[in-house]
T-cell receptor, first 116, second 109 residues
């Protein structure tokens, strides 16, 4: 199993350009998440999904859109990139399981995005 | 005030030392996670706990729900333990996590 993979690993964009980050997991997890990690700050949740066809906003959703057309894939889109979106982006997935059960999140390797 | 506070922010230790990293949180939680992030950037889950204590090798995690506090201990530290250790709490729906800013640990020979 590959676990959680992210594409691309690095990207440089100019202000105003658009791009899509792809997250894929092969563990049949229901839950998927997109986070961003900035220096001096903890990981912050951008958007998440509790199942195929569903998405929801997290803590910092502005400037991003997401889609979950297939259970194994979770896409993060930047329609018009801004320098404030320079960050490292992590995708994660988790099994939902029974109510009250504990399941860990599995993280992808990250995508380093620079917007100039 | 952040919902999840970690201390210290930075820690340098000599090989063999006993290390403690602390995490305090201000919200009701269903679980607390300890994660490790190596210099290459990858994040792995170390522990997930909702009460008591867990041990894995040289790592021990404890949580006190009443005091809203958790500790991560590393016994007989080794340079390969050098990493950023992140505390995260789970609350609300969809198992969403709120993260601390991390503790950067450097273990020297």
């Amino acid at each position: 199993n590959a676990g959680v993979t992210q594409t691309p690993k690095f990207r440089v964009l100019k202000t105003g350009q658009s791009m899509t980050l792809l997250c894929a997991q092969d563990m049949n997890h229901e839950y998927m998440y997109w986070y961003r990690q900035d220096p001096g700050m903890g990981l912050r949740l951008i958007h998440y999904s509790v199942g195929e066809g569903t998405t929801a906003k997290g803590e910092v959703p502005d400037g991003y859109n997401v889609s979950r057309l297939k259970k194994q894939n979770f896409l993060l889109g930047l329609e018009s990139a801004a320098p404030s979106q320079t960050s490292v982006y992590f995708c994660a997935s988790s099994y939902s399981g029974r109510l009250g059960s504990l399941y860990e999140q599995y993280f992808g390797p990250g995508t380093r995005l620079t917007v100039t | 005030k952040n919902e999840v506070e970690q201390s210290p922010q930075n820690l340098t230790a000599q090989e063999g030392e006993f290390i403690t990293i602390n995490c305090s949180y201000s919200v009701g939680i269903s679980a607390l996670h300890w994660l490790q992030q190596h210099p290459g950037g990858g994040i792995v889950s170390l522990f997930m706990l909702s009460s008591g204590k867990k041990k894995h090798g040289r790592l021990i995690a404890t949580i006190n729900i009443q005091e809203k506090h958790s500790s991560l201990h590393i016994t007989a530290s080794h340079p390969r333990d050098s990493a950023v250790y992140i505390c995260a709490v789970r609350s609300g729906t969809a198992s969403k996590l709120t993260f601390g800013t991390g503790t950067r640990l450097q273990v020297t020979l």
